[in-house]
């Protein structure tokens, strides 16, 4: 699972451009948006479409319990 958190981690680093973060600096267990990283709602969009190229899954705005 360890592989795993360190495979999204660096998902997220690569396709936000947070070149200045490393996977240590994102803590697995810290909101990715408002408090923790403090992504937005552009930031939502490109990890969705990363997720969906890299692992196939689609995740639906639409679904109250994605939100």
Do not use: C, H, P
Not at 5 to 12: D, R, V
Not at 38 to 67: C, F, P, T, W
Request: hydrophobic share 45%; charged share 25%.
């Amino acid at each position: 699972m360890q592989a795993l958190y360190l495979e999204i981690k660096n998902l997220i680093i690569s396709t936000l451009n947070l070149d200045e973060l490393t996977e240590q600096d994102i803590d697995t267990d810290a909101a990715l948006f408002g408090e923790g990283l403090g992504l937005d709602s552009i930031d939502a969009l490109e990890l969705g479409l990363a997720v969906k190229n890299q692992y196939g899954v689609v995740l639906s705005a639409e679904s109250e319990e994605m939100r």
